[in-house]
């Protein structure tokens, strides 16, 4: 990330690292007040995700050496991941399957553990050779992947089998005979339907879009490449325009909050504690009673039964810990900003629309990190960002310098970001006022480069081109 790049720019780098990489663990978390107790009931849920290996595509994707290690220090599951990982698709690859099903031209890239297809092609291919038509065999210990996988295989390799599921682990493969087949797939009780295959590999893409038609408030922190990953992964991919993404994102969720930006205005209008001045979300205070103890108490956050696992202990950086997390910041952020609209006078146990209205200036305001603008409006304009004033270095007497020699030459004293103006000058950002003030007194004698504040009229070159 730059501070020179505009959403638009920042949206094409972001998309491009979005089309290469998966998603691996996706975290859900939902609350409800309850009606006779003043506190909200969270219900919690983490998923692993693995790209759906149903169609004519295998998908390729990139992992990235310190992700992995960042991951597995959190103690991630790889295998839970790579063996049990729900599979999902967008509409473009389901557009393609659909096709591919109705043309009977599709193909299995599974992803079913190899030897156990293996085994099981092996073991009825022995078995059919022998067998008579209407006799039966049992292949066992399968999931729930694996169940449709191995069908899918064994029907698409062999005419005369027939198969069908017998609970959550085992199949029942039958010998037939092709005309049998043929009636068999045209019933309804096959379990192989089309339609049944198009629900199995669109996965957790279910789940999206019934959020989607739920309009419920979307949540998350620093949310920018969640909602690009899920709108590529589970929407349609990414478009080249930064707008037609805006208004794409808008339409699917019309009420986005990034606790990020609330949490920035909480401290900017000074009505914050201890956990809002921190980066770290797990801070005790963050589950205190006493968070404004002038006011009302906080609300209460209860973890649903069965979903208990969070309260006991913490799981940094699993992705249903930081939703709970996000959405226990939000609501005592919101609590906070309510108490100081009102001056400390809020009636007890406040509804939840009542912390939607103090919130409302903030709605639809994703935070953008270093850069042109402060935040990306997903339903109108995007706001300018106040940066200090910018410097134009002057290079004397020092041939062939390139913007990596002037980053390392500043970055000893302050960090800026650094942009060619013209042969010998370039462009400082900073977005510390400090750091400018400081630079330009440390370099006012320097030999070789000569530092000023940047004047559009004096310094741009289409400016100079134009007066000469």
């Not at 801070?283 to 205190?288: K, T």
């Not at 500043?410 to 400018?436: E, G, M, P």
Request: proline share 5%; hydrophobic share 35%; with cysteine.
């Amino acid at each position: 990330p730059s501070l020179f790049d505009s959403p638009a720019e920042r949206y094409e780098k972001a998309r491009q690292s979005v089309q290469h990489f998966t998603l691996v663990q996706l975290g859900k978390c939902c609350s409800d007040t309850e009606s006779d107790l003043p506190r909200y009931v969270v219900h919690s849920y983490n998923f692993f995700l693995f790209p759906s290996t149903l169609g004519i595509r295998d998908v390729e994707f990139t992992l990235s050496a310190s992700s992995i290690q960042f991951l597995s220090h959190y103690g991630f599951d790889y295998n839970k991941f790579l063996k049990d990982g729900i599979p999902y698709m967008n509409e473009v690859q389901e557009k393609i399957l659909r096709q591919h099903l109705l043309a009977g031209t599709w193909k299995v890239c599974s992803n079913a553990d190899r030897d156990v297809l293996k085994k099981a092609i092996d073991d009825v291919t022995s078995w059919i050779a022998a067998a008579k038509e209407e006799d039966t065999m049992i292949l066992q210990d399968l999931n729930g992947y694996q169940m449709l996988d191995v069908q899918l295989v064994l029907r698409q390799a062999l005419e005369n089998v027939w198969t069908e599921p017998l609970g959550d682990t085992k199949v029942m493969v039958k010998k037939v005979s092709p005309e049998h087949r043929q009636l068999l797939e045209n019933s309804s009780y096959d379990h192989c339907q089309k339609k049944l295959i198009l629900l199995s590999a669109r996965g957790f893409t279910n789940l999206f879009q019934i959020l989607v038609k739920a309009k419920k408030p979307l949540v998350g922190h620093n949310m920018l490449m969640d909602l690009m990953h899920l709108h590529d992964k589970f929407y349609r991919p990414l478009p080249e325009s930064y707008e037609e993404f805006k208004r794409n994102i808008h339409s699917l969720f019309p009420v986005i909050i990034d606790t990020k930006t609330v949490t920035k205005y909480v401290q900017k209008v000074r009505c914050t504690y201890l956990f809002l001045k921190t980066k770290n979300l797990t801070h005790p205070l963050l589950f205190s009673s006493n968070l404004n103890p002038k006011g009302p108490p906080c609300p209460v956050i209860a973890l649903a039964s069965g979903c208990s696992r969070y309260a006991e202990k913490k799981f940094p950086h699993e992705a249903g810990y930081d939703a709970f997390l996000c959405g226990s910041v939000l609501l005592m952020s919101a609590h906070l900003l309510l108490c100081r609209s009102t001056d400390d006078a809020v009636e007890a146990d406040p509804s939840f629309s009542q912390y939607l209205t103090v919130l409302a200036e903030h709605v639809n305001k994703v935070n953008f990190i270093r850069g042109g603008v402060s935040s990306i409006n997903f339903s109108g304009e995007d706001a300018p960002c106040h940066h200090p004033p910018a410097l134009v270095v002057r290079v004397r007497g020092w041939p062939g310098l390139t913007e990596r020699q002037i980053y390392h030459e500043f970055k000893a004293r302050c960090r800026f970001d650094v942009r060619r103006l013209s042969k010998n000058q370039f462009i400082l950002l900073s977005n510390k006022y400090k750091q400018v003030r400081l630079v330009l007194r440390d370099y006012r004698h320097h030999p070789h480069l000569q530092v000023s504040i940047y004047r559009h009229w004096r310094h741009s070159p289409s400016v100079n081109c134009l007066l000469q």
